[in-house]
Nanobody, 123 residues
Framework: VQLQASGGGLVQAGGSLRLSCINS????????MGWFRQAFGKEREFVAA????????YYADSVKGRFTISRDNAKGTVYLQMNSLQPEDTAVYFC?????????????????WGQGTEVTVSS
């Protein structure tokens, strides 16, 4: 499994970004996938997760209603659409994968991590 995240950048408060994460390893195998973020000086925190089928999703309270996670298994890709971004969303965003069909919400649940993509939201 090799995860590569992209789509980060600088955006003004209220703006939107879409992050993408490609699994270039074995996209046909079942994986739960997720997004975490880590702000400078803080611990890595859960953002969103999605089951293999895409039918089950889970969000952190801080992003619920603003962020949407989705996936395209044919492309081996998971997305994170981020709307109404706020300065507190500034962080490095990491995509993750874990073998299995469900979604997972803890850092220690995940087996594979991408390199991270930086999101900066200016006020």
């Amino acid at each position: 499994v090799q995860l590569q995240a992209s789509g980060g950048g600088l955006v003004q408060a209220g703006g939107s970004l879409r992050l993408s994460c490609i699994n270039s390893g074995h996209p046909s195998s079942p994986y739960g996938m997720g997004w975490f973020r880590q702000a400078f000086g803080k611990e890595r925190e859960f953002v969103a997760a999605i089951s293999w089928s895409g039918g089950a999703k889970y969000y952190a309270d801080s992003v619920k209603g603003r962020f949407t996670i989705s996936r395209d298994n044919a492309k081996g890709t998971v997305y994170l659409q981020m709307n109404s971004l706020q300065p507190e969303d500034t962080a490095v965003y990491f995509c993750t994968a874990k073998s299995g069909t469900y979604y997972y919400t803890k850092v220690y649940d995940y087996d594979y991590w991408g390199q991270g993509t930086e999101v900066t939201v200016s006020s």
